[in-house]
């Protein structure tokens, strides 16, 4: 059968891959131990879903405005305030059906073929094949583990160009769950402002899941906030993926090109979700800084026990809910049946010989390392460990 070529121009995300193999065995009886998939195991707050019950008994259903409803839109910048400190007008806002719509809503709206898109390494899976498929071209810049995989001024300062139209970044950074500071983001800054021509997408969407203490967003900066796109929603800190909800705050002219292309590919997001989003955007934030307290407790229990494992290295995750250690000492080895060549073997071998599902770090830009999330039960990570050591302990 004859399909597009666009569709070669990109690729499955590894992650949602892994978590279909884990499946497939799941269903032949195996029990597979799933940390391969982004996504928190807890419910979504009481009060949210009171919210989105109450939506639907006052007859939300209609179509509703592209860009979202506009209680939504000062909602978002009550957040905004209140979180950050930044100021933001309605006419800032755009809601999507995920912040992985709004990401491809920023991005094809600010790049134009063969415009360069700098991204450091490692990075979200997602971010290169958006770029791709809006026919930019990738530049990704490596990082190193000594700064926990976060860009220096001078690495930021060789990669942008004249060429170059955006770069994307995340903090809390999903895979490696670095976290920068103000004074990090500062000395960014101070290379972005020799390049007037550069947006700055910045990806906030694990601002709660953070163990560091405050989120600083790069937006802060006044000089810089006209071409900073910052991305959110709702799908990590309030643990929602399934609503569908993400926020984009920019520039009013990013926002209306964002609207434009919302307006043909899916119209304004779901109007129950709308309606939730904005009790969680304004309402109580305890429910999210216990899911913290959790994530904390896993993470200290995780790295426990991956001081142990002989050869792993890696950088304490200051955010989001994964590690990231690298696996490359394992290359070469084999448990006699399988020889481990790269991440993506480990990957395969963790999944076939100890079930538990993990993600290659070569989708994230960074092929030496693998991510293990812990965002599943503390008994469900104890076990998944358990099995990994065993496995790892075959391969000489
Ligand atoms: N950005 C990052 C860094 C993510 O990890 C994810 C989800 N895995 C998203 C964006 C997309 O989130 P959403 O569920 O809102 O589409």
Known sequence: MQLSTRLQLFNEPETLKMAKLGRELRAKGIDVIDLSLGEPDFDTPQHIKDAAKKAIDDNYSHYTPVAGYPDLREAVCVKLKRDNGLDYKPENIIVSTGAKQS??????????????????TP????????????EGVVK???TSIENKYKITPAELEE???????????????????????KQELEALAVVFRKYPNVYILSDEIYEY????????????????????????GLSKGFAMTGYRLGIVAAHPDVVKACEKLQGQLTSGTNSITQRAAIVAFTGDLRPSQEMNKEFERRKKRVLEIMNGIEGFKFAEPDGAFYVFPTVSQYFGKTDGEEVIKDADDLCMYLLNKAHVSTVTGRAFGEPTAIRISFANSMEKIEEAWKRIIAALAKLK
């Open 103 to 120: 990401l491809a809503n920023a991005v094809w709206a600010v790049v134009s073929k063969g415009d360069e898109v700098v991204i450091p």
């Open 209 to 232: 899941i953070n163990f560091v203490g405050k989120h600083e967003s790069i937006a802060q900066f006044d000089d810089l906030k006209d071409r900073v796109i910052i991305i959110n």
């Open 140 to 142: 990704l810049v490596s």
């Open 159 to 181: 990669a942008l160009t004249d060429k170059t139209r955006l770069f994307m970044f995340s903090s809390p950074c999903n895979p490696s769950g670095s976290v920068y500071s």
């Open 123 to 134: 990075y979200w899976v997602t971010y290169s094949e958006i770029v791709k498929l809006g």
